[in-house]
């Protein structure tokens, strides 16, 4: 089985701030993890995914996240937040099917002027 | 075209009125998928469709019915729906073979059941 934590269901920045949201995940198999963003009244659109290759994966809007195997993590990191940067995040781990697509809580992020 | 579509955008029933949610992707995805999502939660699964046959019900009420006519299109059937149904719907799909597991969404369906 697999899972998802997200630690921190509410972080606030102020803008030009470093952003990191934590993802830690369980898998009974090798993971493939997500990053997917969610703006106000909007469905999800994938910010970035590990697929086994680099360990450093670099998204959209500035976004990456490092897969670390010995701890669990898939952190997501920006050196900058900016205003539009504020929605919630979804970190999820899958196999590679699809099918077994399980997501986290979620992590709402504030940028704050 | 990487892009799944679903309409309407906004739907408003009643409680006894009967509506459908369309959902269409043409990148060849041989599986979809819907979920349903509340405010400020992460999206719940509803229904897999894989090959077009329904393979996994995650025990959702009959008062929502999902159907796959062909591998392009997905509907939900809405029926005689309650007020706490009212959510963001979400299609998605996912090329089914060895692939990377990533699930494209479309922007949802926000449903109000009045």
């Known amino acids: 089985a697999q899972s998802v934590t997200q630690l921190g269901s509410h972080v606030s920045v102020s803008e030009g701030a470093l952003v990191l949201l934590r993802c830690n995940y369980s898998?009974?198999?090798?993971?493939?993890l997500f990053w997917y963003v969610q703006y106000p009244n909007q469905g999800l659109q994938l910010l970035l995914k590990?697929?086994?290759?680099?360990?450093l994966v670099k998204g959209i809007n500035g976004f990456e996240a490092e897969f670390k195997k010995s701890e669990t993590s898939f952190h997501l990191t920006k050196p900058s937040a900016h205003m539009s940067d504020a929605a919630e995040y979804f970190c999820a781990v899958s196999d590679r099917y699809g099918q077994n697509f399980v997501f986290g809580p979620g992590t709402r992020l504030s940028v704050l002027p | 075209d990487t892009e799944v579509t679903q309409t309407p955008k906004h739907l408003v029933m009643g409680m006894t009125n009967k509506k459908s949610l369309k959902c269409e992707q043409h990148?060849?995805?041989?599986?979809m998928y819907w979920y349903k999502q509340k405010a400020k939660k992460p999206p719940e699964l509803m229904f897999v469709y894989s090959y077009e046959k329904l393979s996994i019900n995650e025990s959702v009420p009959s008062r929502f019915s999902p159907e796959c006519p062909n591998s392009s299109l997905l509907n939900l059937h809405l029926h005689a729906l309650q007020p706490e149904d009212s959510a963001l719907y979400l299609c998605?799909?996912?090329?089914?073979?060895?692939?990377?597991?990533?699930?494209?969404f479309g922007e949802g369906s926000r449903l109000t059941v009045l």
């Open positions: 998605a799909s996912s090329p089914q073979t060895s692939g990377n597991g990533e699930l494209f």
């Open positions: 898998s009974s198999v090798p993971p493939y």
């Open positions: 990148m060849g995805h041989r599986a």
């Open positions: 590990y697929t086994s290759a680099a360990t």
